[in-house]
């Protein structure tokens, strides 16, 4: 496939409003940068390794956070926001220009539907994007839809209904190669509301069968990611309900099948960072899904609630990156959709509080800490975690972004650039009231 240049005139915020946003903050980011340089220094770590390992972190984009859609509850549309896939990724190009972090976006079928997936590759390659794993949709019914998942859909008791499932499995994976994508997430929203809807054991059964006929149909390049949710829309039982379900499936299946994990589908105070480390043991972490929650929900900005797990979570991400030496590659996607900012607002926020993350767990001591450890100093080697996750990162993520051609502070620089108020005026506006996405 030939690589298509990124139009600058195409972009959505302006190369002169970035600059001049730059220019402001610069004098104070560089003495920043540079007490942080010294800082870390003392520690005997390069900042300079630091911001080149930053410099390749990616994280994918949810096309269905793009606009200000999701609760259960309600929508409350935003004037400007998209209406389509194209809109979407001209959304998705603004938070990659800002941030240099996010070139790619997932996906979801049917709702990103469109006719000459060619073209939307190459829109998407003008605009700076390609395209991460594909999202199936069986969990909601499509109008003119043959059979209902009003009872499931892969592991439905009726094969029609299964096989209707496959095939929508089956065209993601065609619409994905034409794309370039290189994985299929697959979350079913099967399970039962009640003690005897379902027994668990046949489910669990009819879904193996129905997504061994979706991995016979897998590229050989590419992966199949098994994502759990504990709970809903099911609320009694789901199928794939936890991290040990979904790593069976995935061994059952065989290579191509691993596990994608999103912070939002356990039960509360689950230690999710643990879920992480076993998976990479054995080989099974294929995605991440970032978000962040208080209760029982999956969609607010990464690191709004609890920046500490987001930090643990990373701190184990770069244990098992050192531990595979080479041959670690899980897609790190954010998933998130709620409806009271500007959603490019908060992914930008997110893209922030991820890359932080990932630099304080990039900062720990491990040498230091295994000492700790092996000595049973248990003060010392909490302690070293917690030097790591206080240390002020914020400078050398500036200046990783600025280094791909982003903003020091990409919320201030959006905003500047008068974006969402231009798209505005171009943008047809759907008063769209209908429910949010589970
Ligand atoms: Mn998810």
Known sequence: MGYVAIDQ????????????????????????????????????????????????????????????????????????????????????????????????????????????????????????MGFDAINSNTFQDQVGQKRSYKFGSLSHANPQTRQQAIDHNLQCIDIGRQLGSKALTVWIGDGSNFPGQCEFTDTLERYLESLRAVYAELPNDWRLLIEHKMYEPALYSTVIQ??????????????????????GHHGPNVNIEMIVARLAQFGKLGGFHFNDSKYGDDDLDSGSINPFQLFLVFNE?????????????????MDQSHNVTDPIESLLNSARAIAGAYVKALIVDREALKGYQADNDVIMAHNCLRLAFETDVRPALATARMRKGGAIDPIACYRASSYRALKAETRVFNPNLGGGIV
């Open 242 to 263: 936890d991290w040990g379900t979904s790593i069976l499936c995935a061994q059952a299946l065989g290579d191509k099948a691993q596990c994608l994990v999103d912070l």
């Open 317 to 333: 991400l770069v244990s098992a990156e050192r531990r595979a030496k080479g041959n670690y590659n899980p897609s790190y996607m």
């Open 9 to 128: 005139t195409v972009l959505g915020i302006p190369r002169d409003v970035i600059d001049k946003d730059n220019a402001r903050l610069m004098d104070a980011h560089l003495a920043d940068y540079e007490a942080l340089a010294v800082r870390l220094a003392r520690s005997g770590i390069d900042i300079e390794d630091i911001v080149s390992k930053l410099m390749s972190l990616e994280v994918g984009l949810p096309s269905w956070g793009m606009t200000s859609g999701g609760t259960r509850f309600a929508r409350f549309p935003l004037a400007g926001e998209p209406n389509d896939v194209y809109e979407k990724i001209e959304d998705c190009s603004v938070v990659q220009q800002l941030t240099g972090l996010t070139p790619r976006v997932s996906l979801h079928f049917p709702w990103d539907l469109t006719e000459d997936y060619v073209a939307l590759r190459q829109f998407g390659e003008a605009h700076g």
